[in-house]
């Protein structure tokens, strides 16, 4: 099976932008987490989607907000771009439906705000 | 607050030796833990999980080991090789609770396995 893919890999924006990052998970896993990775906080968990609902969300402002299509696919968003969102975004999916929790992760896009 | 530590920033070990990497969490709700390994500019990898119900579970050259009233998890490799050199991240869930979605993460362990 293809892994967890991400796009862009890589993004520069100015701030004051706004981004959209897209997540596509393992073929059948239904739930699809983002998380923020920085040097200083280490990995933090954003929001989950499964089936096309938010589950559960993190403690991050609203300007991060998501969605997640029929297909499982999903998508981040961030709005008015501060210097401090320069981050990796890592979307992990997982197949809870089975009983199993682990997620499995993508290999993140790097978002660099000047 | 943290709620799950990993109070060794890094850890050196001869190739051929057991690795222990540590973690410690303070909610009592989580009933989940996992292991990643990770590599500079790659996402986590899935190394190992295990549920509260247990107390050990082993994979080939790893096994985690879970004390609840401690609230201490460890890791170990054996034997330990350089192709393991990477960071290493504690993550614990609330699956019980419906957080299973919500992985919190140590702030990662750095094994350097020398030749």
């Known amino acids: 099976k293809a892994g967890v893919t991400q796009t862009p890999r890589y993004l520069i924006k100015t701030r004051g932008q706004q981004v959209t990052l897209s997540c596509s998970p393992i073929?059948?896993?239904?739930?699809v987490s983002w998380y923020q990775q920085t040097p200083g906080q280490g990995l933090q968990f954003l929001f989950e989607y499964f089936s096309e609902t938010q589950r559960n969300k993190g403690n991050f402002p609203g300007r991060f907000s998501g969605r997640q299509f029929s297909n499982s696919r999903s998508e981040m968003n961030v709005s008015t771009l501060e210097l401090g969102d320069s981050a990796l975004y890592l979307c992990a999916s997982s197949f809870p439906q089975s009983g199993s929790y682990e997620q499995y992760f993508g290999p993140g896009t790097r978002l660099t705000v000047t | 607050d943290q709620q799950v530590k990993q109070n060794s920033p890094s850890l050196s070990v001869q190739e051929g030796r057991i690795s222990i990497l540590n973690c410690d969490y303070t909610?009592?709700?989580?009933?989940?833990f996992l292991w990643y390994k990770k590599y500079p500019a790659e996402g986590p990898t899935f190394l190992i999980s295990?549920?509260?119900?247990?107390d050990k579970n082993e994979d080939g050259r790893f096994t985690v080991f879970l004390n609840k009233s401690a609230k201490h998890l460890s890791l170990h490799i054996v034997p330990s090789q350089p192709g393991d050199s990477a960071v290493y991240f504690c993550?614990?869930?609330?699956?019980?609770?419906?957080?299973?979605?919500?992985?919190?993460f140590g702030k990662g362990t750095k094994l350097s396995v020398k030749p």
């Open positions: 993550a614990a869930s609330d699956v019980d609770g419906g957080s299973q979605g919500n992985l919190i």
């Open positions: 295990i549920s509260s119900i247990k």
């Open positions: 073929s059948g896993h239904r739930s």
């Open positions: 909610n009592s709700m989580f009933d989940y």
